[in-house]
């Protein structure tokens, strides 16, 4: 999870550029606004356990002359990755024109995971959107973009929403937006699930969908969120003085999102073959994959068989779209960046066959990278700065240089075998995948699996943007059917 932290003293004369006019604010924007002020304050928690605050103070400001709405997000997360400890700790300042569709015309942000400092800010350009810096270890990358969905206007529809009292199964698509994407825009899709209870305050279930995760939130007509449940984690809204009340460092990740197995099964890089009866998928569709097959037993049951990644003899290759976008650089992925293209040199070795390349570049990152947890670099080039990671670290690096040798690569993810406290578990778990030419193939260089990952790898994502394996934490429960061994 990344929290934002934006510090208001970077809203200075020196930041404030002169776009025109002042404009003519829209009455529905400034109601809309008006409803949202406030402050608020919500405790995060994990296991039972209050690990974290958020804290939003919303109100009206003078921006550029005229008047705008600025929001305040203050949050502080502090838990455990087994033996490590991870605090997250970020402000983040966001300010909406009420002109217009209400724009997000000002944002800043500031983000400390783990003493890894990022910092992000946007103001308008002459292009009528908006121009995005960020700030990584003295790096800056800077880029225009429009300005985001995410607007005053879409608040209003929402609460217009709300207000009118949607039944039970009405829907209403929105937007928000994630600034550490390449498309900062995503959509959200919000669905009622349960109608108006008879509680003090009264409230609405409404379940959010963004990137496939989802929230479910209690929220009332007004719109006012008492209570938001993503994944493992439980924000509440609380007093202030409650909420920063926190059992720090209390909850380990890892051990309370595992899913616990009723066997040891040993080395997991001598399992070829692996079969689960599995509970707790509900909605959720697992990615294609020719080495996974997931059956329906009935009764809410499923059938799920893992095999080890091997070449196969049928396939096709990319479209040449999709080719084009798996080797190309983003803003986390930079491959063509010198110090990315000059590792996947010396890791390929000149070596032309996709397989063996990949395989040359799975063991150098897998040397490379000194093996942490909890290391939180969200791009190569801090990857390759620090020399150290787990999985998320060493499948960015992996893809990165893929792609700087020529090979098309993405990452994936979801569940592998480990242990956590001596005892068996599947675990949350990144990989990355590349293109022979005919079809994609998983290797795993956190675990040093050049070849192909063993058959406890069960694949839940693809991609950067691909959240709906975030449903499934603290649902699953798995029994070990059958393993294969070589």
């Not at 200075?12 to 406030?38: H, K, N, W």
């Not at 699930?193 to 379940?207: D, H, I, M, N, Y």
């Not at 986390?332 to 570049?361: R, T, Y």
Request: net charge neutral; aromatic share 6%.
């Amino acid at each position: 999870m990344t929290l934002f932290w934006a510090s208001l003293s970077f809203l200075i004369a020196a930041e404030m550029p002169v776009v025109g006019a002042v404009r003519q604010v829209d009455p529905v924007l400034l109601s809309t606004a008006r409803q949202l002020e406030g402050r608020v304050a919500y405790g995060i928690y994990i296991s039972g356990k209050r690990v974290g605050f958020e804290i939003e103070d919303t109100s009206l400001v003078l921006w550029q002359g005229a008047l705008a709405l600025r929001q305040v997000t203050d949050s502080d997360l502090d838990i455990r990755i087994e033996s490590a400890r991870n605090r997250m700790v970020s402000r983040e300042t966001s300010i909406n024109a009420l002109y217009g569709d209400g724009p997000v015309v000002f944002y800043k942000a500031s983000i400390d995971e783990a003493g890894e400092r990022v910092e992000r800010h946007a103001v308008e350009n002459a292009k009528g959107g908006l121009r995005l810096v960020t700030q990584r270890r003295g790096r800056t990358d800077s880029r225009d973009i429009d300005f985001p969905k995410a607007n005053l206007r879409d608040s209003a529809t929402y609460l217009a929403w709300l207000k009118k009292g949607p039944a039970v199964g009405a829907r209403l698509n929105s937007w928000s937006c994630s600034w550490d994407k390449d498309n900062v825009d995503a959509p959200v899709v919000r669905t009622v699930r349960s109608g108006l209870g008879k509680g003090t305050p009264a409230f609405f279930q409404v379940e959010e969908r963004v990137d496939g995760a989802m929230t479910l939130v209690d929220t009332t007509p007004s719109g006012d969120a008492l209570r938001m449940r993503i994944g493992p984690m439980d924000l509440r809204m609380e007093e202030e003085s409650k909420a920063r009340m926190l059992d720090r460092g209390t909850v380990d990740l890892i051990d309370a999102a595992s899913v616990a197995l009723d066997r040891d099964l040993g080395d997991p890089r001598a399992i070829n073959r692996m079969v689960l009866k599995v509970v707790g998928l509900e909605d959720f569709v697992p990615p294609v994959d020719s080495r996974q097959k997931v059956e329906a037993l009935g009764a809410g049951r499923w059938r799920v068989t893992l095999e080890r990644d091997v070449a196969r003899p049928t396939g096709q290759p990319l479209p040449d779209s999709e080719r084009a976008a798996m080797v190309s650089p983003t803003g986390v992925i930079q491959s063509g960046d010198p110090k990315v293209i000059a590792l996947a040199k010396k890791w390929g070795a000149n070596e032309k066959k996709p397989a063996e390349l990949a395989a040359n570049l799975c063991r150098g990152v897998y040397k490379y990278l000194k093996k942490i947890l909890g290391a939180n670099s969200e791009d190569a080039l801090t990857i390759i700065e620090r020399r150290e990671g787990d999985c998320t670290e060493h499948t960015l690096l992996f893809v990165a240089v893929a792609r700087a040798a020529g090979l098309p690569a993405r990452e994936v993810g979801g569940l592998a075998y480990g242990q956590v406290k001596g005892k068996p578990v599947l675990a949350w778990h990144a990989w990355p995948e590349y293109h022979d030419g005919k079809q994609w193939r998983a290797v795993d260089p956190t675990w040093n699996e050049p070849e192909g990952v063993d058959g406890t790898h069960w694949k839940l994502s693809v991609g950067d943007r691909d959240s709906a394996w975030l449903n499934l934490m603290g649902k699953l429960k798995v029994e070990v059917e059958k393993v294969e061994t070589r």
